[in-house]
């Protein structure tokens, strides 16, 4: 079974080897509870005014009324991120001013309501970020393999589905449980690096922890987001999934790491061309993109000349959080719910305020993200960045700002950033129950290694390849 780990050689060069420490309790089972109904999405409202839940706001709803609680009384803490989110919505607020800014009074295409609730919409999106981060923090690498397992395993059940209906009723789009089929592909491509993180987990902790056959579950999860047909999810994966392997030649190859990697490779690539070949409908709408035709593409194009439009007619603060819809309505003449474009709607709803809050607020977590990746024995953080990269190719086909895969993944990078961090800085440490990394602080270990926050101890040694 080891090779299936060893299918995808990624993760740095440095590496521990740990036992985790079997816990279980209320914490454990919101993780598994979150991880399990978070893919149940549906709308509420009309064509114009539509909210999208999922299942795992009540989840996120419980958790944030413990953690008021913890912060009331000093014992919460909340993710580094929370910083750039604030000024974020601070922004967004603002924005409410910017008709008042440019004439003295609200225009006609100019709703109020529809700002609010997409100011609740970020704000509740973001709420994901905060209490996943608030379940994770006490044991990141534990919380994050208990809610991947779970989420991987629901994710690839929800993509055999969607492949056998897509070969079935060709012509369709299948959206899974989420009733969207942008907001189900960018699931599937969570699940896909996390899949592919728990592998490298795997591999350096010795084997430790739940196994998944992955040379199986990642040619699902491909071709599950090409069934989809989101091209924003397809280009993402496409270009960001590659770079989570190190391409050199293995130091060491074992007959049954070669069939994993063989396994892996096959399964992927022929699944991959047999879906292409046997559903027209998906493979014209992903080559339309290259070659600038297809579905909704005309219409896409007036969007977008909209949305640059509205950003001339107010480069610094914008036409207004959520006002773009009823902007390209009033003036252009078009009945857009979305700009199909992330930066762009941002650029026409928020301006240039609202692009430098956007950038910083994905500058820091990518940041942080790399910067964690070069930890010891955290190398396997990169697959988080690699997914947000992943997201943000998405975000030129569609506003992903909202996306709730892409909070879940600034919830894990927080937290990881968080434990390593701790390793690093004895005080800190101490203030936190987390090991220091001084062995004098922490006492001697059997390996001489520091421990990680979630193992017990660590039972390896660190190695460098030469």
Do not use: C
């Not at 640059?308 to 009033?330: H, I, K, M, N």
Request: overall charge positive; cysteine-free; hydrophobic content about 50%.
């Amino acid at each position: 079974m080891n090779a299936i780990e060893h299918a995808i050689p990624i993760g740095g060069r440095g590496w521990v080897e740990a036992a985790s420490r079997p816990r279980w309790g209320i914490r454990e089972l919101l993780l598994i509870a979150w991880a399990g109904i978070y893919p149940f999405h549906f709308y509420v409202g009309s064509s114009t005014d539509q909210v999208n839940f999922s299942l795992g706001d009540a989840v996120v709803a419980l958790v944030g009324a413990g953690l008021f609680v913890g912060l009331l009384a000093g014992r919460s803490s909340l993710p580094g991120y929370t910083k750039a989110v604030f000024v974020f919505v601070l922004v967004t607020m603002a924005s409410f001013l910017s008709p008042l800014l440019r004439s003295g009074s609200l225009p006609f295409s100019f709703d109020p309501t529809v700002g609010a609730l997409a100011i609740a919409k970020f704000v509740g999106s973001a709420l994901w970020m905060i209490a996943l981060y608030a379940l994770l923090r006490p044991s990141p690498f534990d919380g994050i393999r208990t809610f991947s397992t779970v989420s991987i395993v629901a994710a690839g059940a929800f993509a055999v589905t969607t492949i056998h209906e897509s070969l079935v009723l060709p012509g369709t789009r299948p959206s899974g449980p989420f009733e969207n089929e942008n907001l189900y592909a960018n699931y599937l491509s969570l699940n896909l690096f996390l899949a592919t993180m728990l592998a490298q987990w795997s591999r350096d902790h010795g084997g430790r922890g739940v196994r998944l056959p992955t040379w199986l579950v990642v040619p699902i999860l491909l071709v599950g987001i090409l069934a989809t047909g989101s091209r924003g999810a397809i280009i993402g994966a496409a270009v960001t999934y590659p770079l989570a392997f190190r391409w050199r030649w293995p130091h060491r190859l074992s007959v049954k790491r070669i069939a994993a990697i063989l396994a892996t490779l096959g399964l992927s690539g022929y699944g991959l061309v047999m879906f292409w070949q046997a559903n027209s409908f998906i493979a014209g709408r992903v080559s339309g993109v290259l070659s600038g035709e297809g579905p909704n593409i005309d219409n896409r194009e007036d969007l977008w000349r909209a949305a640059l439009d509205a950003f001339r007619a107010s480069p610094l603060v914008g036409q207004g959080y959520g006002q773009f819809p009823q902007y390209a309505e009033g003036v252009r003449g078009l009945n857009p719910t979305v700009t199909h474009d992330t930066y762009l709607s941002v650029a026409a709803e928020l301006g240039l305020m609202g692009l430098l809050a956007f950038a910083w607020l994905l500058f820091v977590v990518i940041r942080d993200g790399v910067r964690t990746s070069r930890k010891p024995g955290m190398s396997s953080t990169r697959l988080l960045v690699l997914f947000v990269l992943a997201t943000l190719a998405q975000g030129l086909f569609a506003d992903v700002e909202h996306y709730r895969s892409l909070w879940v993944a600034f919830a894990m990078l927080a937290a990881l950033g968080t434990a390593a961090r701790a390793m690093g800085a004895p005080e800190a440490s101490a203030r936190e129950g987390l090991p220091t990394g001084d062995p004098q602080a922490d006492g001697p270990s059997p390996s001489g290694v520091a421990p990680v926050p979630g193992f017990d101890h660590i039972r390896g040694r660190a190695r460098t390849a030469p």
